[in-house]
């Protein structure tokens, strides 16, 4: 009891501090209680912990803030991907939702620890985005090549001489027939059967008004004995576009259209190509 008596006394005793200019003999002095030094020391602890605490939270909390900037950032570019793989699912979900080939090429219009790895699923995402890409360029010139194909019948009507060796309707000869022959009346609408360019329209001797069309991929369609051309040289024009009115100009045994197909420049039997689809 004597001893903390004598501990509390001490502590509230006061403490000299002494001041003494340089230059004076006059010294000042200050009588502050101890526990009032104690307290001042303490405070100003406590105060260095706060100050201290509040600058290591701020570092944490720029750096925090950084890495959700960088996070985001890569958050966003990889929403933008998977929208368009979203997109690109969509249409081809559509596309392959469709009953044929040609309705499809018809159709194109040209998406356990815990912790995601956004670099590893962006260039997951791209490489898909690659891959549907591939895809849409592969279809793209699928629909090319079915655009440039000869598919169905220039004129509807009776087939009268087919593709290959026969003997002239007129003169009673062999001869190697290049086309076939399709018995129309004058007058008939004559459609393109594949999309392309007039490379000739104009009257050549024994086949009359004839109008030939490139197409692209090595495809070349002849359209012979036309009572009138409709189409002209360097014109444009797309599968089912009306280019020439039948007849029997040339040498006929009546009116009737003479139909070919070339690929790469040699004839080849349009009868495989009559067909709507392929």
């Not at 405070?43 to 939270?57: E, H, K, M, Q």
């Not at 360019?197 to 086949?207: E, L, T």
């Not at 069309?213 to 576009?241: E, M, P």
Request: glycine share 8%; hydrophobic share 35%; with cysteine.
């Amino acid at each position: 009891m004597y001893k903390l008596r004598k501990l509390i006394k001490k502590f509230f005793s006061p403490v000299t501090i002494m001041f003494v200019p340089h230059g004076r003999t006059k010294v000042y002095g200050i009588k502050i209680p101890f526990f009032l030094i104690c307290f001042f020391i303490c405070c100003w602890l406590i105060f260095n912990i706060y100050v201290f605490s509040i600058a290591v939270n701020t570092v944490e909390y720029y750096q925090m803030k950084k890495q959700f900037l960088f996070v985001m950032n890569k958050f966003n570019e990889l929403k933008s991907t998977i929208v368009s793989l979203k997109h690109a699912e969509a249409e081809f979900k559509r596309i392959f939702s469709l009953k044929s080939k040609k309705e499809i090429l018809e159709s194109i219009n040209f998406q356990p620890s815990g912790d995601i790895d956004i670099e590893e699923l962006k260039r997951q995402a791209e490489k898909t985005a690659e891959t549907v890409s591939e895809i849409k360029k592969f279809l793209a010139e699928q629909q090319d090549i079915y655009k440039s194909t000869p598919i169905g019948w220039p004129v509807k009507g009776e087939i009268t001489s087919n593709f290959g060796k026969r003997q002239n309707p007129k003169y009673g000869y062999e001869e190697i027939h290049t086309g076939i022959d399709i018995s129309v009346p004058s007058g008939t609408e004559v459609k393109a059967t594949a999309d392309g360019i007039v490379v000739f329209s104009g009257y050549q001797g024994r086949n009359g008004n004839v109008v030939v069309i490139k197409h692209g991929y090595g495809f070349t369609t002849v359209y012979a004995h036309n009572k009138q051309n409709l189409v002209s040289v360097g014109q444009k024009v797309k599968r089912g576009d009306v280019i020439a009115i039948s007849g029997s100009t040339g040498f006929t045994t009546g009116p009737h259209l003479h139909y070919e197909v070339w690929k790469n420049n040699l004839p080849v039997n349009p009868l495989s190509y009559l067909k709507e689809d392929f």
